[in-house]
């Protein structure tokens, strides 16, 4: 994002008006209200309304993830629950790849 590289370069002003336009055509943007939150700490200016509505994303976002609608669709690791790409997760050290010690020979 530019207005990350500005606060980067210590263009805050720059970088606050270019968060401001991102906030502007999409307000839900959680990378850009923490870039306005940061910004707006550094240079003393009110901030509040830009963290509550973060702070409201942020329990969304978990809230998704824990109920399995993230961005995958419900992804559940290992342990023989569907993963994230679609397939089936296995259990640490129960796969079909590894070194079979019986036989001397790698097994893909």
Same mark, same amino acid.
């Given at each position: +994002?530019?207005?990350s *590289?500005y606060?980067r +370069?210590?263009l805050?002003?720059? @970088?606050? $008006?270019?968060?401001?336009?991102?906030?502007?055509?999409?307000? %839900?943007n959680? %990378? *850009?209200?923490?870039g306005l939150?940061?910004?707006?700490k550094e &240079?003393?200016?009110? !901030?509040?309304?830009? @963290?509550e $509505?973060l +702070?409201? &994303? %942020?329990?969304?976002e978990?809230? $998704?993830?824990m109920? #399995?609608? #993230?961005q !995958? =669709?419900?992804?559940? #690791?290992y342990g =023989?629950q569907? %993963?994230? !790409?679609? =397939? /089936? =997760?296995? /259990? !640490? #050290?129960q796969? /079909? &790849?590894?070194?079979d010690?019986?036989?001397?020979?790698? /097994?893909?």
């Open positions: +994002m530019i207005a *590289c606060t +370069m210590n805050f002003n720059d @970088s606050l $008006k270019v968060y401001e336009e991102i906030h502007d055509e999409n307000p %839900d959680i %990378d *850009c209200l923490r939150v940061q910004i707006r &240079l003393g200016m009110p !901030y509040q309304q830009f @963290s $509505k +702070m409201v &994303l %942020d329990r969304e978990e809230a $998704k993830r109920m #399995g609608g #993230g !995958y =669709g419900g992804a559940q #690791g =023989g569907q %993963d994230q !790409y679609g =397939g /089936q =997760g296995q /259990q !640490y #050290g796969g /079909q &790849l590894g070194y010690n019986q036989q001397n020979n790698f /097994q893909p």
